[in-house]
């Protein structure tokens, strides 16, 4: 089987180009989790299939079909998807440089500063629309009934103070700390806690953390969960942990998420760039339309057989 390892800002993955490759459905999780171990497989934080469009969507160019690297199927990936649309050019599966890929049923509008020398094909850069984020907790999805009120009175670990809802929270024993977070939805579900200027980002223990908030109730489909320290009204610092992977160098859809999120706050401006461990990542959020544009790299690392 052939196969594209591809990143954007470090959050890698393995693209197979599924009108090529044919791997039954049934298959596919357990091929992710074999191919996503970094010590006896590709290595990576999952596995993207390039599906063709859906017959019953002909507005669509292409599929992408996304899988954790535990092998639980995700609704969608920022880093991936630019991934997914510089993959299709440059391999010429496509001339055009304005696409649309729907994954999950979702139709996400892509746009890629490409050009081409010597007869050979480069995406620079990719920008998503990756549409409104949601915040109803009911398509998040969230169960708010397991966040109690009254949640800056508890000991433990807290997620509280949801956008659209009064302060909640829930929470966590044998934890010191009280987080507070926004939830959000880009697609996925997102926990963005906000931490104090004094705390330390590169020292904070992520995975402590991160597993209480992914594995909580009162996310019945897990949850993403971004630590993010504001360095101004238009910069942004920011650590993952990925349901399904654990910590990843970024989060294109937590970006998106983060952006939401604190322009919505007033802690920053609407468009911000949001530093990652693997690079930068910078989200605009259209509040007339209600969209979130996305813009960053999609790198080709390898390609290869196995």
Partial sequence: MK????????????????AKEHIAAQDR?????????????????????????????????????????????????????????AYVYEHGLTD????????AGARKYLTLEADETDGSRHVHSVTVDMGAPVLDPVRIPLRPELLPLGSSQMNGMTVADLPDMNPAGVEFSGLPDVYCARIVSMGNPHAVVVLPADVDLAAFPLAQIGPHFESHPAFPNRTN?????????????????????????ACGTGC???????????????????????????????????????????????????
């Fill in 256 to 306: 998106c998420a983060i952006t939401t999120a604190c322009a919505l706050a007033g802690l920053t401006d609407d468009r911000i760039t949001v530093h990652v461990l693997g690079g930068e990542i910078v989200c605009r959020y259209d509040r007339v339309a209600d969209r979130i544009l996305m813009t960053g790299p999609a790198v080709t690392v390898f390609e290869g057989t196995v």
């Fill in 225 to 249: 969960t971004e630590f993010v320290h504001i360095d101004s009204r238009s910069e942004v610092h920011m650590r993952v942990w990925e349901r399904g992977t654990g910590e990843t160098l």
């Fill in 29 to 85: 999780p357990a091929l992710t989790r074999r191919l996503s171990d970094r010590h006896f497989g590709i290595g990576g934080d999952g596995v993207i299939f390039i599906n063709p469009a859906p017959a019953d969507a002909p507005d669509v160019d292409f599929e992408m079909e996304m899988y954790n690297a535990d092998g639980s199927r995700s609704e969608m990936c920022g880093n991936g998807i630019r991934c997914v649309g």
């Fill in 3 to 18: 196969f594209t390892k591809m990143q954007g800002c470090g959050n890698d993955y393995i693209y197979i180009d599924s």
């Fill in 96 to 103: 055009s440089t304005k696409l649309t890929i729907i994954s």
